[in-house]
């Protein structure tokens, strides 16, 4: 059997297309862009601009309306910047779901090779395993004991035996055995084909941060409304109907909303993701980046995960060793010559082609029979001319052997003896005809899987930073056990999936070491430790680990050796199987979390102080008689400057927080799942610098016109606003966690104290702004100082006091 050559593959590619579902029509940008319109904030903006152009036209609409045109045009900017970043996050979340892609074994050119399950074509031959989607439709030229799970397609549980000659479908899963298919229909023309409407109409759902942020924005809006009521209701009771006094509540409105929030957000996740896959982690839902954050269990997969997956044969304790060897390539579904097959598989055949020619050994004992191996039974059988070989674990095959309660009692103590010296132990047996009880006894195999080297210090790392790791394996408790010390787990209690049934929930969050478990187990495990209030991450690679996987808060899969079904219900897909991954991936979800909370403390600060300044100002304003030329109330700030506040001078400094590394997030507890979006030093920090900085602005506002007209007051005032606010995202940026210095923000902090300097200087007019003295930009300059001096103490009363720092 040769298979198709490339160069036929190639042809075929181009005339079937490639071996992948109808994707469902990309969004129009234009629905994009509408779609950031749908928020209670952008509400208060759209009514503030319907507002202003009524009193343009109330007024005679003398002019051109600028406030108006200003609100418009940040309303539109902030719609493309989010549209823009959306579309953004969509073509990176395509590109990483391109790399956690099924890849199948392919007979091309005469030998298996790994290749991308979009390359399929008519006429090739795949090699299928137990847990393998089927990738194309087919018919099975090889496979014996076959189960194909057909639920997607026909919604029945229980899956269907099948046979050489019958045919299988795209989607349905090989449960047992191992199979070749040869393709007949690829992509659309396939079974999965023909339902992918229904996967078109299937909606992304918003992440708990969304969502929480969704009902935040209510929550301000609501607010906004009432402040702005009372405002308006206080000017007609001073001034009477004043459009003045409605610029007043327009520019409060304003002053409230954090229009670049949802872009921000957008962008501190997006860019989260994609560091994550360069550290070989691929996120498959945005929900995970979350709950990484706040994972408090891993639940680890020994195999390939804390080992190398490189297992070797170290010895074969054998009476036998000629037999031993021939049950150690016959019952052996590994292919030696292109890799393909189970690693532990793969290390016989590469221990036995040492000593005996691996394909003339299977010729000339050619397999009549046999029965795959699986977790419920843990051996496998091949029947062939000269008899059965059996290879599987020394607990399931030992009382099958035909010898004495004492000798294998002996056998038992010798396999427990080698497993606790970290040896990976099979045992061999033969029967007669296709006989699976009265064995003859061939011998034990010890294989050893070292541990991965950069695993140890993960595992310090993790456990340092209040994560507790478990290890849940197939493997022999006492091989379990020895790894796990050997990686630094700290092991003292063991459970084997027999004890498991007998265990209460309470007694098995005191299990540090899960051995020998069953598919079942592991889902039992997560509901324990979720019921307890953990929040798990749960590995696993096998077709039976998909309930766990879906179950756990974050199901992680194995990229190189998991199987299609364990990929697809996975959060997270590990391309490199390496548990050191896991933790980076921690990591990365804690500082994405770390940085939102930074520039939601940075955008909500200016927020308080603008309101506070608007509001408190109309008050003053009236107390203290402060009118402008016109002889209305002195409004402190225009709708207009207070938009160039929240979106010109927020919007870098809070994109550039996006980008702060916090090498210390690996250093504090997990943060609880159902913590607020505003922690309370969080809230207590937004309101006192707040606070201290309008209080610097009122003060300004009562002090400067005794040396300045008003309309020179009103600048000086905006100009502090906007230059005290770039400093204020130093403490914002630090709180319990000291961050790596960033060039980004201090270069865009210089660009904009640069850029207010020349607003004020060269282009008066522009923001409804007058020249000021220079005496009076150094006086500006020393207070925005001193209020990033105050803020700085603020940090340290209500962080360093709590002893977060």
């Known amino acids: ?161 099948k046979g050489v000659g019958e045919e299988v479908f795209a989607g349905t899963l090989l449960v047992r055995g191992r199979a070749l298919l040869e393709v007949t229909r690829t992509g659309a023309q396939s079974a999965m084909g023909r339902i992918a409407h229904l996967l078109a109409g299937m909606e992304e759902e918003k992440t708990p941060l969304e969502r929480r942020l969704h009902a935040f924005g209510h929550r301000v809006a609501r607010l906004v409304l009432l402040l702005a009521l009372a405002l308006l209701l206080l000017g007609f009771l001073v001034e009477g109907f004043s459009a003045k006094v409605v610029l007043f509540a327009v520019a409060l409105a304003v002053a409230a909303v954090p229009e670049g929030l949802p872009a921000v957000l957008t962008l501190a996740l997006a860019l989260g993701v994609e560091r994550m896959a360069r550290r070989k982690a691929v996120v498959r839902r945005l929900a995970a980046v ?92 091949v029947t062939t001319p000269w008899g059965s070989f059996l290879k599987g674990a020394p607990e399931a095959l030992i009382p099958r052997l035909a010898l004495p309660q004492e000798e294998q009692a002996r056998l038992f103590e010798e396999a427990e003896a ?17 006989r699976e009880e009265g064995l003859e006894f061939l011998g034990f195999v010890l294989l050893l899987d070292p541990p991965r080297p950069e695993v140890p210090e993960a ?99 194995m990229g190189q050796r998991g199987s299609d079904v364990s990929r697809e219900v996975a959060d997270l897909v590990l391309l490199d199987d390496n548990f050191a991954t896991i933790v980076a991936a921690i990591e990365e979800g804690r500082n994405i979390y770390e940085n939102i909370q930074k520039f939601i403390r940075f955008v909500f600060s200016t927020n308080v102080s603008l309101v506070l300044v608007i509001a408190l100002g109309m008050v003053l304003a009236v107390l203290a008689g402060l009118r402008d030329a016109a002889g209305h109330l002195l409004l402190p700030l225009t709708a207009l400057q207070v938009l160039w506040i929240n979106f010109v001078t927020d919007g870098p400094p809070a994109l550039a927080l996006g980008l702060d590394q916090n090498p210390g997030v690996l250093s504090r507890p997990p943060r609880p799942k159902d ?68 060039p980004y923000l201090n270069g865009i902090i210089v660009f904009e104290i640069l850029l207010q300097l020349l607003v004020g200087t060269l282009a008066p007019g522009l923001l409804q702004v007058v020249p000021i003295p220079p005496w009076t930009w150094f006086l500006v300059l020393g207070a925005a100082l001193l209020a990033w001096g105050m803020a700085e103490g603020v940090y340290r009363v209500v962080w360093r006091k709590e002893g977060r720092g």
């Open 1 to 161: 059997m040769l298979g198709l050559t490339s160069e036929e593959a190639k042809k075929r590619l181009r005339e079937y297309g490639p071996n992948a579902l109808p994707e469902r029509p990309a969004e129009p940008f234009s629905r994009k862009l509408l779609r950031q319109f749908q928020s209670p904030l952008i509400y208060i903006l759209l009514l503030a601009l319907l507002v202003d152009l009524l009193l343009w036209l109330y007024e005679g609409a003398r002019g051109v309306p600028l406030e108006s045109l200003v609100i418009l045009a940040i309303l539109l900017l902030n719609a493309l910047l989010g549209a823009f970043q959306e579309k953004r996050s969509e073509e990176a979340l395509k590109r990483l779901k391109a790399l956690a892609e099924p890849s199948v074994w392919v007979l091309r050119d005469g030998r298996f090779q790994r290749l991308s399950a979009r390359e399929l074509v008519p006429g090739d031959v795949v090699r299928l395993e137990a847990g393998d989607r089927v990738p194309a439709d087919g018919v099975l030229l090889e496979g014996s004991g076959l189960l194909v799970d057909e639920s997607v397609l026909t919604g029945e549980s229980v899956p269907v035996e």
């Open 675 to 742: 913590s607020p979006l505003l922690d309370g030093s969080s809230v207590r920090f937004i309101l006192l610098t707040g606070s201290l900085k309008a209080g610097m602005t009122l003060a300004l506002l009562l002090l400067l016109p005794r040396w300045l007209d008003m309309g020179a007051v009103q600048s000086a005032v905006f100009h502090f606003m906007a230059i005290g606010q770039v400093f204020f995202a130093y403490p914002a940026r630090r709180t319990h966690i000291t961050p790596l210095p960033n």
């Open 459 to 557: 595992v310090a790392r993790v456990l340092k930073a209040g994560v507790r790791v478990v290890m849940v394996t197939g493997d022999h408790p006492a091989t379990a056990l020895a790894i796990a010390r050997r990686v630094g787990i700290p092991a003292e209690v063991v459970a084997t999936g027999e004890e498991i049934g007998e265990l209460s929930d309470e007694e098995l969050l005191e299990v540090d070491v899960f051995a020998r478990v069953r598919p079942e187990d592991k889902l039992r495990i997560v509901e324990a430790l979720q019921k307890a209030g953990e929040v798990v991450a749960m590995t696993g690679d096998g077709v039976n680990d998909a309930p766990a996987l879906k179950r756990a808060d974050v199901g992680v899969a």
């Open 418 to 434: 080698h497993a606790a010296k970290g040896f990976r132990l099979l045992a061999l047996a033969f029967g007669e005809g296709e």
């Open 290 to 381: 979350e709950a990484l954050g706040s994972v408090t269990v891993i639940a680890t997969d020994k195999t390939g995960t804390l080992t190398e997956n490189r297992m070797e044969v170290q010895e074969v304790l054998s009476e036998d060793p000629q037999r031993a060897l021939l049950a150690m390539v016959l019952c052996n579904d590994a292919d030696l010559a292109t890799g393909a097959g189970d690693p532990l598989e793969l290390g016989l055949l590469r221990y036995a082609s040492r000593f005996v020619d691996v394909e003339e050994v299977r010729r000339r004992n050619p397999r009549l029979s046999e029965r795959p191996f699986d977790s419920a039974w843990k051996f496998m059988r």
